[in-house]
């Protein structure tokens, strides 16, 4: 069985496209008073994007707070202040929520999409095809790129147990908007370790064993792409790491990630580490299972004049460790990707010890 | 203002997958009753494909020919052929159109699904975004890779006066089902014709003028992907090949192809030359405009042992010439990508004869 793959069904690309929000959110605003919500990262509380959200009487903005991961309780909490504001005027239904930021801001608008029609916690649907019933409408508008969270069909959260995605045809975004513009404010360290995402995500999709000529074509030109970035740079690399990041999550459609994210969920959830940092962390100790990779990849650091942080799990206490490692295992589908059917033979919890005291 | 591009939303892709026919149609069989068309391209006919087609009993399966390249009048009288079918029992409706051959069958599928719930004939409908209503369901099965119509927002049809496409968000199939074990049967010349429409496509995009870094990172890719089938081949060809058409109708998102592509609409309309060696025996004859693509396809020519008809144009009659020019002539933006907004400067209809009578 081969997955009928979801796909986001509008793009929009261009610099300068953003400002088309306006007529593309009209199309969508079904009812008379119904609210669009637009949840945004609050770093652009106050710059020139504010003033720029074509916002109308009934809509709602939520400024989302990322400096953490996002996690099941935030969504649950996001989703709950939007329905007590839906519910001030009966006749108010929230029609869409729109997510401008980087991935994070992203997988929010999408939790809160789903959790806006589904009962119960987000935390209910972490896991596999878990999700009832279709989402509100949900546009995801980056700002950073590199996370492919923009196409994906997941919208990764921390849990009370764990760091999971919501994994789902529902996740994945109705329309995105991708203004290349958008992502040239960001700050360096941060739009590298994002781009990274996409780099690593394409060295761990192209040599694990699910990949087929779908995500293979999809990969090697993100990964093609990540490279004109991060070595050569030039007057189009943002129209470039934007368009590698859309090819990275795309590759994303019949393959897997591997060893390397498998490990930064675990920093993320017992250090509080980030997404994008994490995985940098983590790929620069994989060398033995990613020769090549690891190594342009340290080109790539050296070239953009990034400087690891070093030693943040070398000293760890015990405990911590172990559940580090237990969240790292619960990613199944990524150990198989990268190692075969035989992974826990492979790498038992000692080797995995190993390699985090690495870090 | 950039195109809000609507892209297929669902895209099973793998050898075998045409064995999942059955659960994604079942999935869109809304009422009970409601009637799936098939139409299908009759070299299948007492084929294997043709038994494994997941027939049931309401169904309607449309044997098409595309000896000739489709006409509006032909889909004129597919749509009434299924509307009296439907019409038997009044409790039936076509609930979906399901396409499978090449280009042609899958236009033609693409037509009919506008044409079931918009009134007129095709030749209404052929321009840019004069569809009303949306299309019924429907999915395109390609049998033959190259020419993008599984992706692309238009149907290209013959009509009383010219060829042109419906170029419409209507027109994109609701699902494709990529499986390139049913492009391999194909019969060499015939893939090569088709395969060289993606390679040229991806040469006119990338040397025109409306490309941006979307449409780019498609063309590049598929143009890679056509040179891997065509100068090396190789066990995993189909795939490439498959992959490269469906990148190539992804490029033209937010380009166009160009002079080779206008002229080749001439030599369909007036000789009923196929799509495909049309544009060869045009692309041949325009080595001035794109001399590296020119110089890559012969070799290509060579490699593949295949021997362009010559002199289908030299000794003809100067009132058909004419009118093979008009036609030309028609498709404004396709000139425009190419040669600026002065095309009519640079390409008087002296010229395009000129190298009419050199084909």
Known sequence: MFRNFKVVSRVVFGRGCFNQLDDIVLEN????????VFLVDDVFKNSV?????PLQKHDMLLWINVDNEPTTAYVDQLTRRIRSHVEVDSKQVAGGVIGIGGGSAMDLAKAVAIMLTNPGSAADYQGW???????VYHMGVPTLSGTGAEVSRTTVLIGPQ??????SDYTVFDQIVLDPDLISGAPGSQRFYT???CYIHCIESLNGRFINMFSRSYGEKALALCREVFLNGGP????KLMMASYFGGMSISYSQVGICHALSYGLSFVLGIHHGIGNCIAFDRLEKYYPE?????????ERNRIQLPRKVVADLDEKRLEKMIDVSLILEPLWQNALGSDWKKKMPREKIKDIYRQM
């Not at 095809?129 to 989402?135: K, R, S, T």
């Open 29 to 36: 605003r079904k009812e008379a008073g119904s609210c669009m």
């Open 195 to 197: 781009g990274m995402d």
């Open 162 to 167: 764990k760091k999971l995605g919501i994994n």
């Open 236 to 239: 189009d690399e943002d129209d």
């Open 49 to 53: 994007l504010e003033r720029r959200l």
């Open 293 to 301: 990779g690891v190594r342009e990849f340290r080109e790539m650091l």
């Open 129 to 135: 095809d878990l999700v009832q019933h279709p989402a």
